[in-house]
């Protein structure tokens, strides 16, 4: 097995060079910490993590905190999942998805996701007591939380644009009957595309309804009773999938009867007969600048990070021109 000392002496420096190399390398001049790296590459010496996290103080696990209602196996889940996995594994950082706040172990900093408005004071609150770093899937105004967030406002508006764009001039939209920042921002924005097109707010109806397949489907069989609207905007692709097997199973057909746009593009978007135009967010990128983040914040970066990632329109099969409002 290759030692530091090994690397000492192929590199004719001290082994407290080779240390802080492995260990601090910011404070090693470039060109010696390269030099030191390719020999490190030529002799295929493998750190030892443990030996590294005793020296840095730090437990090298960095705890993912994902609320216990949330299901696991959901596409948002995995895409985040796979995100801070990316960035931490570079680092040779591990991490543990922590459910319940009460389950305390030793970790170096939180990267959370799916809290109701303002839990983040309280998770602060327990971080704080604890002296670990946290940052934020979400937005916050709390200035020791870093943040980074889709632009649920822009994602909602460019969807119920796009339905107005192509004819749709009397929409409704299925809200996620939680109380998260997310489903404000994505009802701020439908209703900024309506008054945009100078349009009655009033007359698009909104339901809330729980987000899942039986969640869309109902809520679209109180929406047909009703029968004055053309276009659904739905403000998740799992709640959009319900959508489409109410509207199928009332004899009527996607987009030429109903038209539909989704918000999330992580998979559900494809699975749907037609398949379903979506707002994409970018799950994956924004996990893995969180898990940057929290490193950076480790490493002693003092500036807070806060900041809005734009989604993307994916056009698919599920909206068409509109002929007429269907009554």
Known sequence: MVTLKDIATAANVSMITVSRVVNTPDKVKPATRKKIEEIMKELRYIPNSAAKNLATKRAGVIDVYIPENIDLSNPFV???????SETLSKQMYSFLIFRNIESE?????????????????????????????????????LPEVDCIDVDNIA???????????????????????EDKDYTADRLTGFQQAIKGHHLPVEDMTVISTPNNFDGGYQATKKLLRKRNFSGIFCATDTIALGVSNAITEASLKIPKDISIVGFDGLGHHLLNTPKLTTIQQPVFKIGSMLAQTLLNKLNGEKRRTAGLVEPQLIIEDSVTKNGGVYL
């Not at 994602?155 to 409704?172: F, Q, S, T, V």
């Open 105 to 141: 172990h030793i970790c170096d900093g939180y990267i959370v996701t799916g809290l109701l408005k303002n839990e983040i004071n309280d998770f602060y609150k327990y971080a704080h007591n604890y002296n670990r770093p946290v940052v934020l899937f979400g937005h916050t105004h």
């Open 155 to 177: 994602g909602a508006k460019m969807a119920a644009e796009y339905l107005l764009n192509m004819g749709h001039k009397r929409l409704a939209m299925i809200n996620v009957d």
């Open 78 to 84: 995995m895409h985040f999942i796979s995100g801070i």
